[in-house]
């Protein structure tokens, strides 16, 4: 084998070329990772909404809480099914909320986006037990105090601790405290009392979906069964998890999907950057190379000598991708939500198997970059070693 | 200074060995390169060009010969024919007790590995290596560990008197020392012949003159057959045998 300090001191010497190699795959893999990332990242915020021991209640044939109208009196009803959990008084554990999307100006661009306000009955507290008020207070039930998620705080106006805003026309609300909610997607919400926004709206009388609180997940069989069996009620069951899954797959695919095909296209560039290099390095080299097979090296040791060092070349750029991709990690993306078509800040979430792959295709890249060049290596006659 | 490096058959060195022993075929006792009717023709275009016509030629065991002759007269094809490079037109070629007229590419590396030792005229080290990695190259063809090559590596330099620049890289060495430095990169895999082409051609008087004493110490007190392609007359004159080419024969 050739020695690989043989390849690295090369790439080191011809430094400008290296480095300009390096940068293109680096930033193929910095966008591919920051998508895969960010999809996760969408994944993560969603998924962490839901849970497998919660099940959601909407009207039969809705795909989202936004499109569910439930009447106020089917609540008791769906409360009294089997299978859902009581609490020390023998009150079964349920809450009926209320979602709307409301146009809101943005701050820091020009143009709205849509929030969406959850109404929420008293007792949120006693069924949401991960809500925590990170600042200011808890609203007063009965009044137009509302509080905000964390990753709203900011970003819209009048949606700041102590600031007002528009909840309809001429109904303005009071931020009166910022929660967090275990990084869900309920922190890119707005919550108010359920019969505020129900007076605001004109939805007198109505949830958007019910949630309740099961004594085990194996018990969502059951419920299910009592509540889609009524044909009259006209609702679907579904287990919180599983709903936010669904939530979660078109923006998610979208963004993979958009990510990977701008990555592909980058690398057919970068991959020609690195064979450019390649080429150049063997041409300027065509006479240690022939040394080399005079000196007994094979062809196939040539072959391998020249696509590990466009591997390390590759690499090294991969490696610089995810450093610069790791930064993101630290930054908060707002983006559309396909499915509730409001606006959910996400952040970029490294994982394991996402820094993996990404290093994999820089190395992919390498491979098939050097992969012609290291051919024409092979092909430099041991003759050229005594040529002048 | 009689010490050596001694490389012996690795493993695959052996196996090697026994691969090419399907080629070798019995050369007299005292020759180790025997040409017969050797001629090599390259073509430009569909025009036959006669680089070597009918060369006969031995040199024995431990033969000193030098090669001159004007350009284009053929002296480094016969060079690149004996050492492995390039492969006749017709006639046979044996070379220590091998037919390289029959051998495969990667048969004629694996003999040339084990067989040759190469000195150029340009050096042809490898400008990101030290001395002694250059010189630790061909040992990377064999079984040994790794303290073993770097033992042996910095024997052949201390052969060459260059123990003090072992870890200085070739634009750290003078041209004398970068040609030492090919010599010890040539004999450190013990190889029965030393093809030089042109060794002294870009150095100095002196530093020419070092180079080819040194060459007569690998002749005289290791053994090695030498092959040299020169043009300058007083390094001709330092081998047992001189030998002038003109248009492919010798004459």
Redesign the interface.
């Known amino acids: 084998?050739?020695?690989i300090?043989?390849n690295l001191?090369?790439l080191?010497?011809r430094r400008t070329t290296t480095l300009a190699s390096v940068l293109g795959i680096g930033l193929v893999v910095f966008v591919l990772a920051g998508a895969l990332m960010l999809s996760a990242g969408i994944k993560q915020t969603l998924g962490r909404s839901g849970k497998s021991d919660i099940a959601i209640v909407l009207r039969k044939g809705s795909d989202a809480e936004m499109a569910s109208s439930i009447e106020s009196p089917t609540l008791g009803l769906i409360l009294s099914a089997p299978g859902v959990k009581k609490d020390a008084s023998g009150s079964p554990l349920g809450i009926g909320e209320l979602l709307i999307v409301a146009t809101m100006d943005k701050i820091g661009v020009d143009g709205v986006s849509n929030v969406q306000i959850r109404g929420v009955p008293e007792q949120v507290g006693r069924f949401r037990k991960g809500l925590q008020i990170v600042d200011g207070r808890a609203a007063q039930p009965g009044t137009d105090e509302v509080i905000i998620g964390q990753r709203l705080r900011g970003r819209f106006k009048g949606l700041d601790l102590g600031q007002s805003f528009d909840l309809r026309k001429n109904r303005p609300a009071k931020v009166v405290g910022v929660f967090a909610y275990e990084g869900s997607s309920h922190e890119s919400e707005i919550w108010a009392d359920i019969d505020t926004v129900r007076q605001a709206f004109g939805r007198a009388g109505l949830f958007s979906s019910v949630r309740v609180q099961l004594s085990s997940p194996s018990q969502f069989d059951a419920f299910e069964a009592v509540i889609e069996g009524d044909k009259a009620l006209g609702l679907d069951a579904l287990r919180e998890d599983r709903y936010y899954e669904k939530q979660s797959e078109g923006t998610s695919i979208f963004v993979t999907g958009l990510g990977v095909v701008i990555a592909v296209i980058f690398s057919i560039g970068a991959m020609i950057g690195a064979m450019i290099t390649m080429y150049a390095s063997i041409a300027s080299r065509s006479?240690?190379i022939g040394?080399?097979?005079?000196?007994?090296?094979?062809?196939p040791a040539i072959m391998i000598s020249f696509l590990l060092e466009a591997l390390a070349l590759a690499l090294s750029g991969g490696l610089l991708g995810i450093a610069l991709s790791l930064c993101l990690g630290t930054v908060r993306f707002s983006m559309m939500n396909f499915a509730s078509w409001s606006e959910i800040v996400f952040s970029f979430s490294p994982t394991p198997g996402i820094l993996l792959s990404a290093l994999v295709f820089a190395g992919l890249m390498g491979l098939f970059g050097g992969l012609f060049p290291a051919l024409r290596a092979t092909r430099i006659?041991?003759?050229s070693?005594?040529r002048? | 200074m009689n010490s050596s490096p001694q490389a012996s058959p690795s493993g695959s060195d052996r196996g090697a060995a026994s691969d090419i022993a399907e080629h070798a075929r019995p050369t007299t006792a005292e020759s180790i390169i025997s040409l017969r009717g050797v001629r090599k023709t390259y073509f430009r275009g569909k025009e036959p060009i006669h680089v070597l016509q009918d060369l006969d030629l031995e040199v024995p065991v431990g033969g000193y010969e030098a090669l001159m002759g004007p350009s284009g007269s053929g002296k480094?094809t016969l060079?690149?024919l004996i050492?492995g490079?390039?492969r006749p037109s017709a006639g046979s070629l044996l070379v220590a007790g091998a037919d390289l007229g029959a051998m495969s590419?990667?048969q004629l590396?694996?003999w040339?590995?084990?067989t040759i030792g190469?000195i150029?005229?340009?050096y042809?080290l490898?400008?990101?290596?030290t001395a002694v990695?250059n010189v630790e190259?061909?040992l990377?063809?064999t079984k040994l560990s790794a303290s073993e090559r770097k033992r042996r590596a910095q024997t052949a330099l201390r052969i060459v008197g260059l123990e003090d620049r072992m870890h200085h890289y070739p634009r750290q060495l003078s041209g004398g020392q970068e040609q030492r430095v090919a010599i010890a990169?040539a004999i450190v895999n013990d190889p029965q012949v030393l093809v030089a082409?042109e060794p002294t051609g870009d150095l100095d008087r002196q530093s020419a003159d070092e180079i080819l004493t040194l060459l007569e110490r690998m002749n005289r007190e290791l053994h090695k057959t030498i092959i040299m392609v020169t043009h300058d007359p007083a390094a001709a004159e330092r081998a047992h045998i001189t030998r002038r080419l003109n248009k492919g024969q010798l004459i």
């Open positions: 084998m050739i020695p300090a043989y001191r090369s080191a010497v006479r240690e040394t080399l097979r005079a000196l007994g090296f094979s062809r006659s041991p003759l070693a005594m002048d | 480094s060079l690149n050492a490079l390039d590419d990667s590396a694996r040339r590995a084990n190469f150029f005229q340009a042809n490898m400008p990101v290596l990695e190259l061909p990377l063809l990169r082409d």
